[in-house]
């Protein structure tokens, strides 16, 4: 018997097609990982000028994140998206861009 109701408690949802934000399950998209990702490196590097990250922009040659900050970023990307980081992920390739990446977290996503 669910007591929810008569407790003043509304019943769970189910949110495994995305993170929960009221009453709907949010959909997330690779939209929602590169955006996620924009706002880690500016909250990182305050410093940036706007604009001056953009999709194309190199995790591993440019001056957006250092060594530490693309660490952090990999666990943020882990649990905010729910995948899985293993040591096969640190492969350069996958930090060719922000765009790069953000295919990269948006297929493990898929994939899990």
Known sequence: ???SPRLGLSPQPDT?????EGHQAVVQS????REAIFVF???RNPGLPPGSVTGETSLVTSDALDS???LDLMMHLGDRFGVEI????????NFASVDTL???IDDRRSDA
């Open 1 to 3: 018997m669910d007591l």
């Open 16 to 20: 495994s097609a995305g993170r929960f």
């Open 30 to 33: 690779m939209a929602d990982v």
């Open 41 to 43: 490196i500016a909250a």
């Open 68 to 70: 530490i900050g693309i």
């Open 86 to 93: 293993d040591e096969d992920s640190f492969d350069l390739a």
């Open 102 to 104: 953000a295919h990269f």
